[in-house]
């Protein structure tokens, strides 16, 4: 099997999510933070980056509100899928691999992002960081998507590929083999200080690494 993240992974994502940071701190703080402040969260549930600046319950709920409303207002014309993200999915499924993604987004802008993406079809399996108790960086989103994919007892055989230190420590948390992505928004050395099985750098390179 192989499990992939999804923004940063398979969907360009990255000037939608620090646009809508940027317009809700503005919002909502005095001073707006570094991208860098933002980007150091990405891989993990929304709520949980947020609560990272708020103060207080209600006004993280303000922050989740503005964000939420931002993002799905300019989500269709900013997302786009990475070059090769469907072609490479499609050949793995015709090899007899199976496929799912393993996000931290919510059910309702996953599905969406998908279908922007022309990614629905090609995936057996969608885990969303709504339907865990702990998200990434824990490891149960992966092993949750291990378990409705039938492969707990082959995660050894099973590449989870992402484009953040989170999704690499989720990974390896959950005994499958990882993959970081070289066309994401971090810095390669970044993802490297987590030790990843591959490091990819293009889309086609993980065909040669699937199991």
Request: hydrophobic share 40%.
């Amino acid at each position: 099997g192989v499990l992939f993240d999804l923004d940063g992974t398979l969907a360009d994502t990255v000037d939608l999510i620090l646009q809508s940071f940027r317009h809700t701190m503005s919002k909502h703080l005095d001073e707006v933070p570094p991208d860098a402040d933002f980007l150091r969260g990405i891989g993990k549930p929304l709520p949980v980056q947020l609560r990272e600046f708020a103060h207080g319950d209600d006004h993280f709920e303000a922050m989740r509100q503005t964000y939420i409303e931002y993002q799905w207002a300019r989500h269709d014309d900013m997302v786009r899928p990475f070059p090769g993200a469907r072609d490479a999915m499609e050949e793995l499924r015709s090899r007899g691999v199976r496929v799912g993604i393993v996000t931290s987004k919510a059910r309702r802008i996953a599905v969406r992002t998908m279908r922007v993406c022309g990614l629905e079809g090609v995936v057996d399996v969608t885990v969303c960081g709504d339907e865990v108790s702990r998200g990434k960086p824990d490891p149960e989103p992966v092993v949750k998507a291990l378990g409705e994919l039938d492969l707990t007892h082959t995660a050894d055989r099973v590449v989870f590929v992402g484009d953040s230190p989170h999704d690499m420590r989720a990974g390896r948390l959950a005994g499958v083999r990882t993959a970081a992505v070289g066309w994401g928004p971090l810095d390669r050395r970044v993802l490297q200080a987590e030790s990843p099985d591959f490091f990819l750098e293009r889309m086609e390179d993980l065909l040669r690494v699937a199991p």
